[in-house]
């Protein structure tokens, strides 16, 4: 399997412009895999125009072309001749429900995983890259026909994840305990990946970059931290 | 149409004991309708006869006897002779899907407009009393058939609704950031219930008590913020 995939946490992160705190690791993904010109995929958003030129103004000035797919007549003919594909965030439902809408789930597993286009996610556009949207922190506006999702890579990630205060006055669950009501039902790993952190994925190594630790949530362990770079190629292997 | 709803937004408020911050217009919302017997639906959660304890012993020093849903041969009939329904909270999805792998969404929608059966919600159990699902607050963490709900109510609500701090450095959305997103998509209103506040529903009167304001999001309004106790009727009237 060739497969080139880089899953951010968040397109923004506390101090940065949007996607800055991650150019020198994606310049380098798009450069190794010859990348111009970047298919942008706003779904997870209502203004598309708009989605699509704040990203065409955070990725231009590093030498890149971005063209948003909401303009293309044949949405999966884009795909399938893409560069690359990138996904942003927003609401992970409504993204999941327009990607199925669309019948574009299987024309992008087939150009990433067949084809090896390379794909890049943020935040919604990472959750839909993993096995299900069970792990999103959305609220569920809109309901998608499944929770699968695209299954470029065999885990659950959980973007923008952080401890959240349980010692604080609010009663609601806190977000370690959101996750561990996951593993208990769905009996199968999450990765919580920090804001500023990313996974980069070459065929079957997966390598953690950013400023923070990622938290791995397995059924019946204790949480354990990974400090970046870290070699978590194991997260594919059915751990 | 006769019906007496109690939606709670969470059973836990910081400060009191499990259900104590209502119990008196919890007892006299009881009384007015002679309960003696609460029947417990624990499906938001995994451990049935633990959580049922736990509202068993809440409720049992104010005079009520508690009998769970899950240990009763036919639920469906459980639910039709009940006094009343209490829906305690958890995560809304996987207490969404239970209710329709059992067959009682019908079942309890009917119990409480056609017969009166007083219905008692907390958190999820408050999500599932209302038109949809849309405004939890939970992690999907299973897939429901349809995220169409009890519709014992003509509203949305958003249970353990709280300003989230925007001006902190992490990323990911607020709670009101949220919900503008439902109204964007779903065009139309939800009312956010504070901890420590409920909805109390006799026929088609809706008053707001409890300690805190609640705060309705209506499509192409600002918020609007009612103190309690208030008539809020004018939810059930299509606003």
Known sequence: MVRSIFLLSSSKVHGYEFLRHAQEELTTFLKRNSVKTILFVPYAKIAHDKYTETVSKALSPWGYKVEGIHVKKNPSDAIRSAEAIFIGGGNTFLL???LYDLNLVEVIRGAVLNNGIPYIGSSAGTNVATLSIHTTNDMPIVFPPTFDALKLVSFNINPHYLETDASKQHMGETRDERLNEFLEYQ?????????????????????????RKAKLFKPECDPVEFDPPCDLSFLLKGN
């Not at 999450?190 to 953690?208: C, F, M, P, Q, S």
């Open 187 to 211: 009996k199968r790993p999450v990765l919580g990946l920090r804001e500023g952190t990313a996974l980069i994925i070459y065929d079957d190594k997966v390598t953690l970059v950013g400023d």
């Open 96 to 98: 999941l429900k327009t």
